[in-house]
């Protein structure tokens, strides 16, 4: 999994690193990414990050 904040935004972007990609390359499993907010309550970051780690899984 990899963590980044969004550019000029107040929201962090988890997605899944795919090493398998056809082209060889790291690349986000399914182009599929989770953003939270950093408003976020801590209940709704845990919620992010478990709905995320399930996905990469």
Do not use: W
Not at 11 to 36: A, M, P
Not at 41 to 47: A, F, H, P, T, V
């Amino acid at each position: 999994m990899h963590v980044a904040r969004k550019s000029d935004s107040d929201t962090y972007i988890i997605s899944c690193l795919d090493r398998y990609k056809s082209n060889g390359y790291l690349g986000t499993k399914d182009n599929q990414t989770f953003e939270i907010p950093l408003t976020s309550s801590d209940n709704e970051i845990g919620k992010a990050i478990a709905k995320a780690f399930n996905y990469c899984l």
